[in-house]
């Protein structure tokens, strides 16, 4: 018979870093596939003879349906297992990229790339991501930083390769075997154990008893039965966790438009950074390397980030006011930039940037909201994102139809990125009094967090990592 307390504790290790290797095929074929769309902006554009605002809805619904439905993706693997999930979710986004090789009219491609592979990246990342977090507790972490890692990876490789693809067999080939591609996060879903069958399995070996237990039966096979009643229960359980009374917190709703305007441009840089190159005359090679130098200076700048030990005097929050600050400086310098060694120092300044206030979003919030409201918060995030998402790069793109030049467009987004920089650092200028004894709201952080150590901050002094 399993101890339950026994039973409780995640493995940190055997199994999990197989689950890991999953979870980093995962983040590969997502982010780092949605993070190269860039090399095809052009030719999707003159082959449907579409604005750039149109074709710039391809990426955006794909990243409006993703972050829309990745709670809903990470509360069904938890209702029909992980494993199931994730590769229902590989074989939609397939699905998706397949289509769309078929497409005839740029509508298809916002049905097939957009939705479609949106909803297959919802039901395989969030889901890869959640259950590396079960596997793992003292090595979390590193578990998840090696997970992501893949989307850098990726992100690297996948621009000259499109581009390849793309000048051998069309755009149309390019996308099947992209699809084809794609169908790795089935394999990866293949490697999910769950957990509660690696536990049954090293108990029954410390034992030398191969009989399964019909309550270990039931964890195993309970989830395949019940779907449909599990799922019912789930909507009602998900809507009754969406506490939006998080927003109402100053601090949050402040840090929360800090996101929305971040997210407003966070895509245009990626996306319009190749058909600039291409406007200057620049080889079709030489421009998607462009996106490949950006991701090797994001994974550098996030590995040394997360190198940088906590300090009271210059928090997470103050990083990421920082980092985002120096990004829109650098945005608001692209125009500058008109040759090609000048636009892979702006790659490189991009990436560095973009790699160093990301991994401290959820740690930020965390530190607002505290562990409770932390599924709230992170839901509510996700929505923020999305609709943020959804509106910024075809807003980009409208400026360049109006104007005829990208220098319109990276100055928005450069100017977004230096406000949400700054936003943050207006929690320094909230301050509580030591002798105010009034009452606080029930929704304050000082309710949901608990008294800050003699700090007058709405931040708090020490981190909450996620």
């Given at each position: ?211 399964v237990n019909e309550s270990d039966m039931e964890l195993e ?215 105010d004894t009034t009452e606080e709201p029930a929704d304050s ?22």
């Amino acid at each position: 018979m399993a101890n339950p307390e026994s039973r409780s504790q995640p493995p940190d290790g055997g199994w999990g870093w197989m689950v890991v290797l999953a979870g980093f095929i995962v983040s590969g074929c997502t982010i780092g596939t949605y993070r190269s769309l860039g090399v095809f902006f052009l030719t999707f554009s003159q082959q449907f003879q579409a604005s750039s605002a149109e074709t710039a809805w391809i990426t955006s619904i794909l990243i409006f349906v993703t972050a829309f439905l990745s709670p809903v993706g990470t509360a069904l693997a938890s209702t029909i297992g992980f494993r199931p999930t994730i590769m229902l979710g590989g074989v939609l986004t397939a699905a998706g990229y397949i289509v769309s090789g078929f497409a005839t009219r740029m509508f298809h491609l916002y049905l097939g790339i957009g939705c479609l592979t949106g909803l297959g990246y919802a039901l395989s990342l969030s889901p890869a991501v959640a259950i590396v977090g079960q596997y793992f507790t003292r090595r979390r972490a590193m578990a998840t930083s090696l997970l992501m890692l893949g989307s850098s990876v990726a992100s690297m490789a996948f621009p000259p390769l499109f581009q390849y693809l793309m000048d051998e067999y069309g755009w149309k080939g390019a996308l099947l075997i992209i699809g084809g591609i794609m169908l790795n996060i089935v394999v990866a879903g293949a490697l999910i154990r769950p957990l509660e069958a690696y536990r049954d399995r090293k108990v029954e070996n410390s034992l030398g008893n191969s009989r399964v237990n019909e309550s270990d039966m039931e964890l195993e096979t309970g989830n395949g039965k019940k779907c449909f009643t599990d799922a019912a229960n789930f909507l009602k359980e998900f809507w009754a966790q969406m506490n939006f009374k998080v927003i109402l917190i100053p601090s949050v709703a402040l840090f929360l438009a800090s996101l929305f305007i971040k997210e407003f441009v966070i895509n245009v840089p990626g996306l319009y950074i190749i058909p600039r190159a291409k406007q200057l005359q620049i080889e079709d090679y030489a421009a998607a390397s462009l996106l490949t130098v950006s991701s090797i200076a994001d994974m550098v700048s996030r590995l040394a980030v997360g190198a940088i030990p906590d300090n009271s005097r210059f928090s997470r929050f103050d990083q990421y006011g920082l980092s985002l600050c120096l990004l829109g400086v650098s945005n608001l310098l692209f125009p500058l930039a008109k040759t090609y060694p000048a636009l892979v120092a702006y790659a490189i300044a991009n990436g560095a940037f973009y790699g160093a206030f990301l991994p401290m979003t959820a740690t930020c919030v965390a530190d607002l909201v505290g562990p409770e409201r932390l599924p709230s918060a992170l839901g509510i995030l996700a929505s923020i994102q999305g609709f943020a998402s959804l509106a910024g790069p075809p807003f980009a793109g409208w400026l360049f139809d109006e104007t005829q030049s990208y220098d319109a467009t990276f100055l928005q987004a450069g100017a977004g990125f230096l406000l949400a920089g700054l936003l943050p650092f207006l929690l320094r200028l909230r301050k509580k009094r030591p002798a105010d004894t009034t009452e606080e709201p029930a929704d304050s952080p000082q309710t949901v967090r608990g008294n800050f150590e003699n700090e007058t901050l709405l931040v708090p002094e020490r981190e909450t990592t996620v």
